[in-house]
């Protein structure tokens, strides 16, 4: 059965990485949220795609010259409508108290393919173990060293490889890592990779995926999971509940 994971939440509905776009998501009976996360200045994980503000807050500079405070002052809501204007940039302490309190999946991307940001697999992980979410958690990355360092810290976490063009050779990477599914784009399924992805027994998961369109000349049952900027409009398009509903409560 497939299971639908909000990208950034659901980010058609609200500005994507917010709390407004998690509870959202919620509301959607997603069945999961995909999230980014950088590190700070004081090294601290933040919820936010870019290395940068520019594009999704009212301010500027990169997220790891900025501390935390400086971070939260910013408005991160704005630029997509100004009814969300009070929307902040999430700290992964927020995420995770609050998906505690419902049954949702969580996949953590770690944003270090452009910033190294040293330590943050260790800052990750330990904050996923203090709200005791291991089970529901995924961490994923472009970065294979990164995923190493993850593996060295914990052997149970669950890691995924995300893949962009360059899948050849991925399903040996993933397999010597220890990683336990493969991220990639659609064009992923017509590879000789995937077929030897499904000879391992890796789950494939799918981005992003917003049109029925997307999924041409795939066969559903060789897909784990896809990440959707709209989780409800993509369900119903697909012909109904395909996923694992969730109970909806707005956890504010």
Request: glycine fraction near 6%; aromatic fraction near 6%.
């Amino acid at each position: 059965m497939t299971t639908f994971y909000a990208h950034r939440g659901a980010s058609t509905m609200c500005p994507e990485n917010t709390m407004a776009a998690f509870r959202q998501a919620l509301r959607e009976k997603a069945d999961g949220i995909e999230i980014d996360v950088q590190l700070s200045k004081d090294g601290e994980a933040v919820v936010i795609h870019d290395e940068t503000v520019d594009r999704t807050t009212d301010g500027t500079g990169a997220v790891k010259d900025m501390t935390v405070l400086e971070l939260k002052q910013l408005d991160a809501g704005s630029w997509y409508n100004q009814a969300c204007k009070e929307e902040t940039i999430p700290l992964l302490e927020e995420v995770l108290k609050w998906i505690s309190r419902t049954d949702l999946k969580l996949n953590i991307e770690l944003k270090t393919d452009r910033e190294p940001y040293p330590g943050i697999e260790q800052v990750v992980i330990d904050a996923v173990k203090r709200h005791e979410l291991k089970e529901r958690v995924v961490l994923s990355s472009f970065n294979l060293e990164t995923l190493r360092r993850v593996r060295e810290i914990s052997q149970s976490v669950s890691i995924a490889v995300l893949v962009w063009d360059n899948v050849d050779g991925i399903v040996k990477c993933a397999r010597h890592l220890g990683a336990d599914a493969i991220h990639a784009r659609p064009g992923f399924m017509h590879t000789a990779e995937s077929l030897r992805a499904e000879a391992a027994g890796l789950p494939i998961r799918l981005y992003t995926i917003n049109e029925p369109e997307d999924l041409k000349g795939i066969a559903p049952g060789f897909i784990d999971a896809v990440f959707t900027d709209s989780p409800a409009r993509l369900r119903r398009a697909l012909g109904g509940a395909v996923g694992t509903e969730v109970a909806v409560s707005i956890l504010e």
